[in-house]
């Protein structure tokens, strides 16, 4: 029997608004939408942001005994529901989608439902929501409840943002997520229910738009949180993995990479959420994985350069080797390395390129986007962005 694994996908992890800046690229520029299959092949979608159209163009219907799909949403700002009519898998009847997500006070009934009615209507939207034709059930979820779907334990809880927003955990046999976006700390009642959310979950997805310090002056009630309150709750609840969500529209790739950095000196296992990344839970080691896309460094050329490459490895040390480049592009490479660089992580890459007064010495900064650890020889295939 295969081991139980849980699996995350990352397809939007923008806050707020979506960003097509090259400056945002790396990380990605669609707004909240991830999906999650439990061992037992249940699946969940949490969020319907602009990242939904991208799983959508992906998506297959479960093969387990439930044959629905459960969509979580957390509320009905924007930029989590904003994918929903571009979901291709709802306009075939063959489908069906149970969603989740809280009574709003603004709405009287069937919250959810209205919102993606009124999103859909005459003059936003060319079709109205009969033309989808998966079969639809919409369910309310107060906050104080678990409840179970399959092998799974659900819980939802009240965070702090402007007219609400649920937190939901999800228990598999492969391990604990908490996701968590959306919320501001200092209410003491909803800051103790982000515990709760929190408590021993293997990824603890939280809200970290903010920098501390915009958090601290000009941003306070907005509704968001930044990596150091992240880290608390991390620390307080006894989370294995965090991972920074919801970037904020203006900030770029570089001011990401800095927050990160900030948070990984701070706490020790922390992640970037970027699209396309996935992380996996519950494989026979029992650790997390965490894998970036490869179809986004565009490696191309095939090259032969020597190169020394320096950086830190994925238990935190420092080291130094000497490689050949193997596939080099404006964008990026591909290194093979004895040492296992950090997930996430920057590498100093010197290289000598020919040149036609002689051979040149190149010095990039290559940010780490994708390690195949299996290759032969206990050699990992190290795929780099540059950055600068
Ligand atoms: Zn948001
Ligand atoms: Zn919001």
């Avoid at 709802?90 to 149970?98: D, I, P, Q, V």
């Avoid at 970037?247 to 020790?268: C, I, K, N, Y």
């Amino acid at each position: 029997m295969s081991d139980p694994v849980t699996k995350l996908s990352f397809w939007g992890v923008r806050g707020s608004t979506p960003t097509v800046d090259p400056a945002t690229w790396r990380y990605g520029g669609n707004t909240p939408c991830l999906d999650l299959t439990a061992p037992d092949e249940t699946q969940y979608i949490l969020d319907c942001g602009t990242g939904l159209r991208m799983l959508g163009g992906r998506w297959s219907p479960p093969t387990s005994k439930n044959p629905e799909t459960h969509i979580f949403v957390t509320h009905y700002h924007w930029d989590h529901i904003q994918g929903m009519p571009f979901f291709a898998p709802l306009y075939a009847e063959s489908n069906e989608f149970h969603f989740y997500s809280f009574l709003s006070k603004h709405l009287v009934r069937d919250s959810l439902k209205q919102v993606f009615e009124t999103q859909m209507a005459t003059p936003y939207f060319p079709v109205n929501m009969s033309a989808m034709t998966a079969r639809k059930k919409f369910m309310e979820v107060n906050g104080g409840e678990s409840f179970t779907i399959g092998e799974n334990r659900i819980t939802a809880r009240h965070l702090n943002h402007p007219q609400g927003c649920l937190g939901f955990r999800i228990e598999t046999p492969g391990g604990i997520v908490a996701y968590a976006t959306d919320n501001e700390p200092g209410d003491p009642k909803l800051d103790a229910e982000l515990e709760e959310l929190a408590a021993g979950a293997d990824i603890f997805v939280n809200d970290a738009q903010y920098t501390p310090e915009q958090l601290e002056a000009t941003r306070k009630g907005w509704g968001h949180s930044s990596w150091r309150e992240g880290v608390k709750v991390a620390r307080h609840a006894g989370a294995k993995t965090l991972v920074l969500f919801h970037h904020d529209p203006d900030s770029t790739d570089r001011m990401v990479d800095g927050l990160l950095r900030q948070a990984r000196d701070e706490f020790d296992s922390v992640f970037a959420a970027s699209e396309g990344m996935v992380i996996t839970l519950g494989s026979s080691e029992g650790k997390l994985e965490a894998h970036m896309p490869v179809t986004r460094t565009a490696l191309r050329r095939e090259a032969q350069f020597r190169a020394r490459v320096s950086g830190i490895t994925e238990g935190g040390h420092a080291f130094e080797e000497e490689t050949i480049v193997r596939d080099l592009a404006v964008q990026g490479a591909l290194l093979s390395l004895a040492h296992c660089p950090r997930l996430q992580s920057e590498l100093q890459v010197t290289m000598e390129t020919p040149g036609a007064d002689g051979n040149r010495t190149m010095r990039l900064r290559g940010y780490v986007v994708r390690i195949d650890a299996d290759e032969a020889k206990g050699h990992s295939a190290v795929g780099v962005v540059f950055t600068e």
